[in-house]
């Protein structure tokens, strides 16, 4: 399985517990086609778990808010048990299964094993922090202006280089106007 986060969630902890999910379903389902399976991690716009997947495809995607909500979701789940309960779902496309009555669906297969094995407690999926100390932010400006003082001083060599050049030119031209003014006069 390979995961493509877009998000600052932890990618270690997802692909564990996706991993761990997908273990349980191969212990019904011939799972060898899916071993291919991409999983998307995108942000959501709300502050609710979401996700998509078509049938039969080999990739899915999860939709994670910015910040889950305190307290439980629906069928009393807290929130790694409704990411669980989310990915199995968009799973079951993948593999197949439509939409159907109440309780048909794969998720719902497995609804009391995510409830056992799964909880935030267990699987703290912490937002990783993007800690940009104001050190931090100095030193990075002083490196970027080391680059970019070595690259002016590159291209002021070579334009020195140029200058010097184009100035013997118009010095030899000028001695030869020089001498072709004499050769004119006399």
């Known amino acids: 399985m390979k995961l493509v986060n877009k998000t600052d969630w932890d990618s270690k902890q997802l692909k564990t517990i996706f991993i761990k999910c997908l273990q349980e379903i191969r212990k019904t389902e011939d799972l060898k086609r899916w071993r291919k399976l991409v999983v998307y991690i995108v942000w959501h716009k709300s502050w609710w778990v979401g996700g998509c997947a078509y049938y039969h495809s080999t990739s899915l995607t999860m939709k994670l808010p910015r910040k889950p909500i305190d307290g439980t979701y ?4 807290d929130f790694v048990q409704n990411i669980v309960d989310i990915f199995i779902h968009e799973f079951g496309h ?5 939409h ?3 309780h048909k669906t794969l998720e719902h297969m497995y609804r009391d094993w995510i409830k056992e ?5 267990k699987y703290p999926l912490l937002i990783r ?3 940009v100390t104001k050190e931090n932010a100095i030193v990075k400006k002083y ?8 690259k002016a001083t590159t291209r002021f060599k070579r334009a020195k280089t140029i200058l010097e050049k184009w100035t013997r030119k118009v010095k030899y ?3 030869k106007m020089a001498a072709f003014n004499e050769e004119v006069k006399t």
């Open 100 to 102: 159907g009555p109440q």
């Open 129 to 131: 922090e993007k800690k």
């Open 117 to 121: 094995t799964f909880s935030n407690e």
């Open 94 to 98: 993948c593999l197949g299964i439509k």
């Open 173 to 175: 031209y000028e001695t």
């Open 143 to 150: 490196q970027q202006a080391v680059v970019n003082c070595a």
């Open 74 to 77: 629906r069928d009393g789940m």
